[in-house]
Structure formats: structure tokens, C-alpha cells
């Protein structure tokens, strides 16, 4: 894929999302399948290193009710300050995966996250777009 498919204006940061989702496939053709969360998660970083791209990993973010912190969200990834990426080991996408990065998108005024799941077989990933933002 060549950078001109990715400048279209209708997707939300293709040329990063194409870099981090590439991440990942490098993080899983390295380890391969049926490893924990967390050792995706450190290889994760490690490759978002690599590709010289600034990022935090498990941020806390404050959750507000009327101004008063009422808890905290840990993000495993904010890429850029722009997108955020959630890492799952699972074969599916499930409803409570895809709200949970909703509420991580409103809490933090951001428009896209990806989530990814490292499978049995392969990696896949998923966009996620807060459309109130």
C-alpha cells in the first residue's frame, strides 16, 4: 500500500493507523499465538518504539461527574495524543470491549481508537470512532 491510498479525507489518521495496526502484525508474526496480554502489550511498545512513535502506556485518566474524580481509566496505549489503542487476547470483538473504548474516546475528547486482538491464528483489528466529538 503506497502513502497515496492512505491520504484519503474520509478516514481519521490512516497513515497512523496503518503504522500501529502494522505494529501489531509485526508484534504477532514475532511471538506468534497463545501468549498473555501483557507480553503482546510490552511487544506492542517495544515495536511502537521502532517505528519512532511517541506514545504512553497505561495512562491514567481522571473520570468526572460534574467536575468531582469519581475514578480513573488506564488507556494501554495514547499514540500521538491522537488515537488510542486497546490490546486484547481474544478471537472475537465483544460488545463490552467495543464500550469500554467508547467510554476511554468520550472521556477524553478523541475521535479514534483501535482496538486489536491478538487471536489464535492471526491479528485483527477494529476502528472505533467517537461520533460526538
Same mark, same amino acid.
Given at each position: 500500500? $503506497?502513502?497515496?491510498?492512505?491520504?484519503?479525507?474520509?478516514?481519521? /489518521?490512516?497513515? =497512523?493507523? /496503518?503504522?500501529?495496526? !502494522?505494529?501489531? *502484525?509485526?508484534? *504477532?508474526?514475532? =511471538? +506468534?499465538? +497463545?501468549?498473555?496480554?501483557? /507480553?503482546?502489550?510490552?511487544?506492542?511498545?517495544?515495536?511502537?518504539?521502532?517505528?519512532?512513535? #511517541?506514545?504512553?502506556?497505561?495512562? @491514567?485518566?481522571? =473520570?468526572?461527574?460534574? !467536575?468531582?474524580?469519581? @475514578?480513573?481509566?488506564?488507556?494501554?496505549?495514547?499514540?500521538?495524543?491522537?488515537?488510542?489503542?486497546?490490546?486484547?487476547?481474544? %478471537?472475537? *470483538?465483544? #460488545?463490552? %470491549?467495543?464500550?469500554?473504548?467508547? !467510554?476511554?474516546?468520550?472521556?477524553? %475528547?478523541?475521535? =479514534?481508537?483501535?482496538?486489536?486482538? *491478538? $487471536? %489464535? $491464528?492471526?491479528?485483527?483489528?477494529?476502528?472505533?470512532?467517537?461520533?460526538?466529538?
Amino acid at each position: 500500500m $503506497t502513502s497515496e491510498n492512505l491520504n484519503r479525507r474520509d478516514i481519521l /489518521y490512516p497513515e =497512523l493507523s /496503518y503504522e500501529i495496526v !502494522g505494529c501489531a *502484525f509485526d508484534v *504477532f508474526n514475532e =511471538l +506468534g499465538p +497463545g501468549f498473555h496480554e501483557k /507480553y503482546y502489550q510490552r511487544a506492542l511498545a517495544e515495536a511502537l518504539k521502532n517505528k519512532k512513535l #511517541r506514545f504512553s502506556e497505561q495512562t @491514567g485518566q481522571p =473520570l468526572k461527574y460534574k !467536575g468531582a474524580v469519581i @475514578g480513573r481509566q488506564y488507556l494501554d496505549f495514547l499514540v500521538e495524543d491522537k488515537i488510542i489503542v486497546e490490546i486484547k487476547k481474544s %478471537n472475537n *470483538f465483544s #460488545r463490552r %470491549n467495543i464500550e469500554q473504548v467508547l !467510554g476511554y474516546l468520550k472521556t477524553n %475528547n478523541l475521535r =479514534l481508537a483501535i482496538l486489536i486482538n *491478538f $487471536t %489464535n $491464528t492471526n491479528v485483527v483489528s477494529k476502528r472505533i470512532i467517537n461520533i460526538n466529538s
